[in-house]
């Protein structure tokens, strides 16, 4: 396992869509992210999240038929400039990475009592989202590439995967070794949104408040002049 910053891994984390090398990821770096996916901290220690792993062929090319069916719903909404510019960026990995990973959230995992849920209903649901960054940032620091894929129905995806009644399906995360991360994310790189700096999005006290957030030191970081 490699050893490097933690500041190197956040900044240097990619969806990744086109860079899968298409080899079998090791079981054991599959394990430990697995591992640090599950000690993400969750809302009254419901751990509301399961992890469903689909490496078969016909499951995946099931859903990325799905996916492009979406994309192409997507695409018609599109005028111009957008459209032309969103032909040209590839949305997913599914048939490229070698295994899928459905990660789910149940709402009832804890209940009838979820200690600091019951004025916060989606605090479950942001929970599982923990959950996802943590495997995203291992697979990361491990030198494998993760790609969530938001292009489906939740009915379509549910059923694909036979979930019980009642379980959201939260991703569809392609997960395999790649043969580089980008240096620049795929988005920004082709042009489709710009990051935005922090410091317009800093207040102090109350929204809308950023004198004082002027004396704070922001320092960025180097996004990337190596891959994780």
Same mark, same amino acid.
């Given at each position: ?8 891994? +956040? ?5 990744? =869509? ?25 809302? !009254? ?43 040209? $960026?590839? $949305?997913?990995? +599914?048939? %490229? ?11 009832? =995992? ?9 004025? $916060?209903? %989606? ?8 959950? $996802? ?9 491990? !030198? ?23 379980? =959201? ?19 920004? =790189? ?28 922001? +320092? ?6 190596? %891959?994780?």
């Amino acid at each position: 396992m490699k050893q490097t910053s933690i500041y190197d891994v +956040i900044f240097g984390r990619r969806d990744v =869509r086109g860079q899968f090398n298409g080899e079998d990821l090791d079981p054991e770096v599959l394990g430990r992210m697995l591992a640090a996916a599950h000690a993400a901290p969750s809302v !009254g220690m419901s751990q509301p999240w399961d992890f469903v792993l689909v490496d078969s062929r016909a499951t995946r090319e099931a859903f990325h038929r799905h996916v492009e069916h979406e994309r192409a719903v997507f695409e018609s909404s599109l005028d111009g400039e957008a459209k032309e510019r969103f032909r040209g $960026i590839k $949305i997913e990995g +599914i048939l %490229d990475a070698g295994l899928g990973i459905v990660v789910t959230y149940d709402p009832e =995992r804890g209940s009838p009592h979820v200690l600091g849920r019951h004025a $916060i209903a %989606d605090a479950g649901l942001y929970s599982v989202c923990l959950a $996802i960054e943590n495997l995203w940032l291992a697979a990361t620091a491990e !030198g494998v590439g993760v790609g969530w894929v938001s292009f489906y129905r939740e009915e379509f995806l549910a059923e694909l995967v036979a979930l019980p009644a009642g379980v =959201r399906p939260v991703a569809w995360l392609c997960v395999g070794p790649v043969t580089h991360f980008e240096r620049i994310p795929d988005l920004e =790189r082709l042009n489709w949104q710009a990051r935005r700096p922090l410091e317009p999005h800093l207040f102090v006290g109350k929204f809308g408040q950023s004198e004082r957030a002027n004396d704070l030191v922001v +320092i960025p970081h180097d996004k990337g002049t190596k %891959d994780p």
